[in-house]
Nanobody, 123 residues
């Protein structure tokens, strides 16, 4: 049974930073691409960032390019999302997801999701 557990969310002022973590278990973590999605109130889920299975390739939605960095530590079965210069539009529940690079390029999430971690950015 694959489990993904996110942590690191919280309340931050606009312009601040947060780092989210997602710890995975129950799968061969290093063989999967990993992604962060987010869902703001009243909005559809949005793919935020993707990292390849080895960590060498990343992709970001335009809204976060230059501000967010996705990375992974395969020895720790953990994926991270460093978020800088946060703004109120970044307020959302952030979820990690495990899947394939090809599917993420088509915005097709994998089967397994974490429970999410709330990020609230105040103005």
């Amino acid at each position: 049974q694959v489990q993904l557990v996110e942590s690191g969310g919280g309340l931050v002022q606009a312009g601040g930073s947060l780092t989210l973590s997602c710890s995975a278990s129950g799968s061969r973590f290093s063989t999967y691409a990993m992604a962060w999605y987010r869902q703001a109130p009243g909005k559809q889920r949005e793919l935020v960032a993707v990292v390849s299975y080895g960590g060498s390739t990343t992709n970001y939605t335009d809204a976060v390019k230059g501000r967010f960095t996705i990375s992974r530590d395969n020895a720790r079965n953990t994926v991270y999302l460093q978020m800088h210069n946060l703004n109120v539009e970044d307020t959302a529940v952030y979820y990690c997801n495990q899947g394939s690079w090809a599917d993420y390029r088509r915005d097709r999430p994998g089967k397994y999701w974490g429970q999410g971690t709330q990020v609230i950015v105040s103005s």
